[in-house]
């Protein structure tokens, strides 16, 4: 898991691109597949990765930040510089395990939030890579928990769509000014 791509992972005082926040409604567009990997496409991974290192995340997906494409940057190691982050192109997940784990969740269209959400603890996943190459990840822990939340915004659901505790949702949501009409509950089992 190597990557071209190198971004100093240090907070700008300007990041390139704006994160979009619960209620807006380009959050809930699904994300168009990417024909070609050329520089443009590289360009904006380079301006996603200084926007999500600038406000301190360790996944952001394209639509968070306005563009309708299926591409996702995981940095699950933000204090280890030596570590690249994690370019997806197009993932799809090609198979969960079959342990779930709930775990607390928080995302950056959703600052100051953090709840529990249910997921497969293991998965494989699909995608290309920065330089347009087919590849496939088996992940685990916090990298597959982070694969999962950053391809559900790809199709339009926030972590908070996964939420089952309705009162604990409804006070998070109320402390930090958002409104319990932007989420769109999802059956608990639905991938």
Do not use: W
Not at 153 to 159: I, P, Q
């Amino acid at each position: 898991m190597t990557t071209s791509i190198l971004v100093e992972k240090k907070k700008l005082a300007k990041p390139p691109l704006d994160i979009r926040y619960l209620g807006d409604r380009v959050l809930r567009q699904p994300a168009k597949r990417i024909a070609t990997v050329d520089e443009d496409i590289r360009r904006t991974i380079v301006a996603m990765l200084q926007t999500m290192y600038s406000a301190d995340g360790i996944g952001l997906a394209a639509p968070q930040v306005g563009i309708h494409k299926q591409l996702i940057v995981i940095d699950c190691e933000l204090d280890k510089p030596e570590i690249p982050p994690l370019i997806l192109i197009n993932p799809t997940i090609k198979k969960y395990g079959k342990t779930f784990c709930k775990d607390q969740e928080g995302c950056l269209s959703i600052p100051g939030v953090y709840l529990d959400v249910e997921r497969p603890e293991t998965i494989e996943v699909a995608y290309k890579d920065e330089s347009g190459r087919p590849r496939t990840l088996k992940a685990d822990g916090l990298l597959a928990r982070a694969i999962q939340h950053e391809l559900d915004h790809l199709s339009g659901v926030l972590f908070v769509d996964r939420v089952e505790n309705e009162l604990a949702l409804t006070e998070e949501l109320k402390k930090k000014g958002f409104s319990l009409q932007h989420v769109q509950h999802i059956n608990p089992g639905v991938k």
